[in-house]
């Protein structure tokens, strides 16, 4: 008898640390698991507003029309260097960095906003940064535009 209480407790001593390192690789997987939930819903949000600057910065930009043009009732364009440097400046002033491109007819002013990411959680992994991209165009209209087919 007293052979199968030495056995039950030999085995019970084997198994000692077996749960602790369980509960260690599940938490570890669950803090991963939250961290991708945070960090990710951060760099969406950190896109989003990428893409609301470059939508606000090319409103800006398109506002810089041609006067010459616009004023005989030639054309309604853009002057890309007027279009150009607002839509900069309203970048510079709202933190962003990016660049603006005008098409060569004048018509529509493309941007585009550069930024990173901070992660809060990821960066246990390493992962200190994540690229975000924010992209928008404006496009000139003049009078009324008939619907397309």
């Known amino acids: ?48 507003r990428a893409d ?5 910065a090319a409103r800006t930009g398109g ?16 002057d890309p260097g007027a279009a150009r440097g607002a ?5 510079a002033a709202a933190g962003a960095h990016g660049t603006v491109t005008v098409s060569d007819d004048g018509k529509k002013l493309t941007v585009t906003v550069t930024d990173a990411y901070r992660t809060r959680f990821l960066t246990v992994l390493g992962v200190t940064e994540m690229p975000v991209t924010g992209h928008a165009s404006a496009v000139l209209v003049h009078g009324v535009q008939a619907p397309e087919d």
């Open 63 to 78: 506002q810089e029309i041609d006067a010459g043009q616009a004023i005989t009732g030639e054309n309604i364009v853009a």
């Open 52 to 56: 609301a600057v470059a939508q606000e």
């Open 87 to 91: 839509a900069l400046d309203y970048l």
């Open 1 to 48: 008898m007293n052979h199968s209480r030495h056995y039950i407790r030999t085995r019970l001593r084997q198994d000692t640390g077996s749960v602790s390192l369980y509960a260690a690789i599940v938490i570890v997987g669950m803090l991963v698991m939250i961290g991708i939930a945070v960090d990710g819903g951060g760099k969406m949000r950190a896109t989003e």
